[in-house]
């Protein structure tokens, strides 16, 4: 389910690194309890990002939701498909639904994140708690 | 929704619960020099009859008799005894906002209507319905612009009303946009060459009004490509609705921010009015205000819903498009019901009537010696003319034969005092402004 070269945080985003940029997106189960996405915002190409800060909001039918950048460095790009086909998010959350591309300005920042072992299980806990 | 006083036990059950001894502590972040001592300086309570009596007697101060050429963003039209009848009506006059779509189809789908007018008279593709003025919305369009380009700087005619700019000024203020004013040309348009002088680069939107200030309409396509050759939007005002009856839609306008008050809404004392603000379907995300949206039931049946509440305070919080979170629906409902009620083709003889008479009555006075037109662009049902002495003077004159003549525009424009503002609507008699025309001559032939 949650691919094992991304990383995960707490707040259900992932982020995957290669060569110094890390893609970034939300997770499925962040998908599923969001429920059909209506409307993403993204930041601007050069806008520089600090973990733990806004990238922008997620809007579904339910929910207005912040999503915020598990890692710090600069938006080298942002996923413009996402404008006309929000759905993607939903579909495709851990591909095409990829919300922005960051030139990581601290790469050691992705060590504290969980791998997909602990975030697998940090969902199982999470699910156990709705339904009890 | 009940109004009901809470209880001293209540009130310490509140507190306690939030650990607060006293309701003054929840003040403390108030520097002390503004917090209120004593009771307000306000007249004391009234009964029924007194109250009655108060009212007749300030309706009695209401003079009589007096024709007005005064325009210049609020004007004098006729109104259908219609569209009164119509919003008095209960279900509309007493109604709340319509959160609830089950219960407010009608008051939803009026709203509905509402935004679809405005979208045709504009060009424009979506309309909020609606904002508390024409000065409130422009404001609104420029805050919208800003967090569109996120730039900071406006670039604002001063042919746009004075009052709007003084609107703008006091928003912009403490939100750290800077506002430069461009200057006009002899037509009474915006100065295109110093337009073009201006740098663009912090620049998120180009601010015009058409008809402007001085009745003179303004170039709005030719005006976009420049803002857009910029990177920045264009903003246009439009104080005189009815204009929009025979004026080319401002459909290259990024965001149209419009007083409608022509449409069914006497004058009054100023106030209040009805604002709109119309712009591109990309950009819905950052119109502030009310929203009415189609939808379909689970039977397919069409209904309507307040839509994209999302940009709205009551959701967002500080992050909403705006912090004004209430409108003029009322008098959105009466602008709706008067362009119903005018038609495509009734509004269109309306404007032609205001353009026919404002260009005899611009006629007439300018065979008066001494007396010409200020500016030489296209104008609508406002004129400018310069006289041969200052305005006030000739108005103070005017005032004796129980007309309130041309507004003296030099209080807004220092170096323009012998320039007054002249407007006629559908509502003025042919015999009034040769009435005006023959007073004024005379004014001008008595000597100081």
Known sequence: MYPADFRYSKDHEWVKIEAGIGTIGITDYAQSELGDVVFVEVPKVGTHLKAGQTIGTIESVKAVSEVYSPVSGEVTAVNDALASAPEKINQEPHAGGWLIKLKLSNPGEASALMDSAAYTAYVAEKSKEHSA | ?448
């Open chain 2, 1 to 448: 929704m009940r109004y009901l006083p809470k209880s001293p036990s209540e009130r310490r059950e509140m507190l306690d619960a939030i650990g607060v001894a006293t309701v003054d502590e929840l003040f403390q972040t108030i520097p002390e020099k503004f917090r209120l001592r004593g009771p307000l300086n306000l007249p004391g309570p009234l009964s029924e009859p007194e109250i009655i009596d108060y009212f007749k007697a300030r309706a009695a101060e209401n003079s009589s008799g007096y024709t007005s050429f005064l325009g210049a963003g609020i004007y004098s039209h006729l109104r259908s005894v219609v569209t009164d009848a119509l919003i008095q009506r209960g279900e509309f006059l007493t109604s709340y906002t319509p959160y609830q779509a089950e219960i407010s189809q009608g008051t939803l789908e009026a709203i509905f209507e509402f935004q679809t007018l405005i979208c045709q008279l504009t060009g424009q593709e979506v309309a909020n319905a609606s904002m508390y003025d024409g000065s409130t919305a422009l404001t609104e369009a420029v805050l919208m612009a800003e967090r569109l380009t996120s730039r900071h700087a406006i670039l604002i005619a001063r042919t746009v009303h004075p009052e709007y700019r003084q609107v703008l000024q006091t928003y912009a203020r403490h939100l750290g946009i800077t506002i430069r004013e461009i200057g006009f040309s002899s037509t009474g348009q915006i100065d295109r060459a110093a337009l073009a002088q201006e740098s663009f680069a912090d620049v998120a939107a180009v601010v015009v009004q058409s008809p402007n200030f001085f009745g003179v309409t303004e170039e709005i396509s030719q005006l976009a490509e420049v803002a857009h050759a910029g990177g920045a939007l264009l903003v246009d005002g439009i104080t005189e609705a009815v204009s929009l009856g025979i004026v080319k839609p401002p459909a290259e306008a990024d965001i149209v921010a419009m007083e409608c008050q022509s449409f069914g809404v006497a004058p009054s004392y100023g106030g209040p009015h009805v604002g709109v603000i119309a712009t591109r379907d990309k950009f819905v995300r950052q119109l502030p205000g009310r929203l009415a949206g189609q939808a379909f039931d689970a039977e397919g049946r069409r209904g309507f819903v307040l839509t994209l509440a999302t940009r709205e305070q009551h959701i967002r919080r500080e992050k909403a498009t705006s912090n004004i979170c209430t409108n003029e629906a009322l008098f959105a409902l009466a602008a709706t019901i008067h362009m119903t009620l005018l038609g495509k083709q009734g509004l269109r003889e309306l404007a032609e009537q205001n353009l026919a008479k404002a260009r005899f009555a611009r006629a007439e006075l300018e065979k008066i010696p001494g007396v010409r037109r200020a500016f030489s662009g296209p104008t609508f049902n406002e004129f400018v003319l310069e006289f041969p002495r200052s305005v006030k003077m000739i108005n103070a004159a005017l005032l004796r034969d129980k007309i309130i003549g041309p507004l003296a525009i030099g209080t807004a424009y220092p170096d323009q005092t012998k320039r007054g503002l002249v407007c006629v609507t559908e509502t003025m008699p042919r015999a009034e402004i040769e009435r005006l025309a023959s007073c004024i001559k005379h004014i001008l032939e008595t000597p100081i």
